[in-house]
Structures are given as C-alpha cells and as structure tokens.
C-alpha cells in the first residue's frame, strides 16, 4: 500500500464523506485558497444556521432516508448577489446528498405523479423501484441525486449540454448531448420535463421554453427551478444577448458545474417568465414549499402544463 492510499484512507477514516467534519474541512480549504471569502463564509449567519440544523432529524423525499444535513458553509455574500437563498444549496442528505433545492424539485415530481395517477410515492427511491408506466421522463440534470436513482428506469431519459460533441447524440444508453435550443426529440415525445437551475445558463431561454413546450405531449408537464427574484418584474439582466457577442453587465457570475466546473448566469429571472411562458402554450403555476418533515423551507418550483393545442 503506497503512502498516497495510506492518507485517503486515514482521510476517509477522519473525515467521512458524510459528516460535517468533512464538509467543515472542504471548507476551510476553499477559505484557504480565496482567503477573501472568509467573512462571507465563516460568520454568524452560518453558524447559527449550522447549529441550527446539524442535528435536525428528516426523511428525504429523494432516498426515502432518515437523515440529519449537512451545511457546507456557504458564501452568503455570492448568494445574495445571485438571488439565491442561503439554506436553498445546503442542507444536503447524508445519504444522498441531495440539496433542499433537490429535495423540492422532487416534492414537486412526486405531487404531480400523484395528481396525475392517483399513486402517491413517499421518495424517489420508491418511484424508481415501482417503475413510471408508461410515461416518459426528460431529466436535464445527469449527476443530482433523482437521477442515480431513476437512471435505470425504463422511460427515463437523461441530458447534458456537451458543446464538443455531436448534437443529439447518445452518450450511453437514455444519455443524450442535447442543446435546449433545438432539442433533438420529436414533437410530442415526453410526459414531464425537469430543469433545475438550468435555465439561467441558457443563452435564449424562451426559445428553449418554445422547445419544451414541442416536445411535451398535451397536458404534459414542465417541472423546474431557477434563480427568480419575486420582488422584480421582469428578468434581472446579466449579460445582454442582443447581439450575437456576450455583452457583460456587471460581474460575470459563474455557478457551479460538474462539467466544467463553472457555467455563466445570463440572467436571474422576474415575475413576467410567467407571462412568457403562457405565451408559448402553458398554464403555470408558482409553488413555495414548506416541509419541515422533510427539511423543505422556501423551496422554489414552476409547473407549468402544456396547453391542450
């Protein structure tokens, strides 16, 4: 054994994947190497937050676990500045480690599933191991904790967007290389379609939306999250897309990607995307969760159905 594997083993040993005492450590690393983060990291709103929960007991409607979270600490100052929600990244399930966001795009599949087939699933975990019928499922997120348990799910289809890569092509089995702005499906070819935070980093995300909305059958189901500021009308601007050049206006704002690291924000969205998404044949609705059984609190979700045509 080589003295590398000897210290990921005591690491592994010391600090487990799942503990705070791991997330605690990434973060002071993280610190270390952007030592202007610090106050913005390592602060009383984060502290009281992480005595708060660590030992707050949930199931998670992902892994169907009993859980406490995990709280990584987050930069409350970017957070701000992107019109996210402090807990909204955080509090991930040491089972699954999926994050309150997850957990409410997940509320949010289970409900409709529920309205739809009277069946009501109490996690993921069980809709996978039950199977989805005779749906088909569109799922942009290849890496969140829905999709390692759906994966395998006959009418499950997954996507990511690879630049370097032939469009619409499938890069394994129900894994496809699609660009939301002409989707390589045919009209009509899913039942539920789910984004979450995705929509932020497309370039025109009303022709994706107009795309979406082809795709899906009718009354059909668009289920996602994004950056979205209530306070604001319209669409809080990040980068002008007017023109076929990025035109900057303010900070770039990068967010994380497990592809690349880190993928720009154009856009935080306002209160007319309702309007715009009406417009291009669904009936929306804006849902805020509150489940503290399952560690849920101002979870953000649009469900919008494709209009009968």
């Known amino acids: 054994m080589t003295i590398e594997m000897i210290f990921q083993n005591f690491l592994q040993w010391a600090l487990p994947m799942n503990s705070n005492r791991r997330m605690i450590g990434r973060m002071l690393k993280q ?46 100052k970017l957070r701000r500045e992107h019109k996210i929600g402090v807990l909204r990244e955080t509090l991930q399930c040491r089972e699954c480690f999926g994050s309150l966001r997850q957990r409410s795009l997940a509320i949010a599949l289970l409900d409709y599933l529920h309205d739809k087939t009277g069946i009501r699933h109490d996690s993921i975990a069980t809709l996978a191991d039950v199977g989805l019928g005779d749906l088909r499922l569109l799922d942009t997120d290849n890496f969140s904790a829905i999709s390692s348990f759906l994966k395998n799910v006959p009418g499950y289809t997954r996507c990511s967007y690879l ?53 899906l ?65 669904f009936e929306v609705s804006f849902h805020r969760i509150e489940k503290p059984g399952n560690l849920v609190t101002d979870g953000d979700v649009f469900v919008a159905i494709k209009r009968a045509a």
Not at 36 to 63: D, E, G, K, Q
Not at 180 to 204: A, G
Not at 233 to 256: A, F, W
Not at 259 to 265: E, K, S, Y
């Open 217 to 281: 059958k009718s009354g059909g189901a668009y289920i996602f999250n994004v950056p979205y500021d209530e306070h604001s009308e319209r669409d809080i601007l990040l980068v002008d897309t007017s023109t076929n050049e990025d035109r900057y206006l303010c900070s770039p704002q990068y967010h994380g990607d497990p592809l690349t690291g880190g993928i720009i924000a154009y856009r935080v969205f306002g209160r007319d995307l309702i309007a715009r998404l009406s417009s291009v044949g």
């Open 31 to 76: 610190v270390s190497q952007m030592p202007a983060t610090v106050t913005s990291r390592i602060n009383y709103v984060n502290v009281a937050n992480f005595l708060r929960y660590r030992n707050r007991a949930f199931i998670c409607p992902i892994c169907s676990c009993r859980s406490t979270p995990l709280y990584d600490f987050p930069d409350i």
């Open 163 to 215: 630049p370097d890569r032939i469009w619409g092509s499938e890069i394994e089995p129900g894994y496809y290389n699609i660009n939301l702005e002409r989707i390589d499906f045919v009209d009509r070819s899913f039942d539920i379609v789910l984004t979450s935070d995705v929509m932020e980093h497309v370039r025109n995300s009303d022709v994706a939306h107009t795309e979406i909305n082809r795709i």
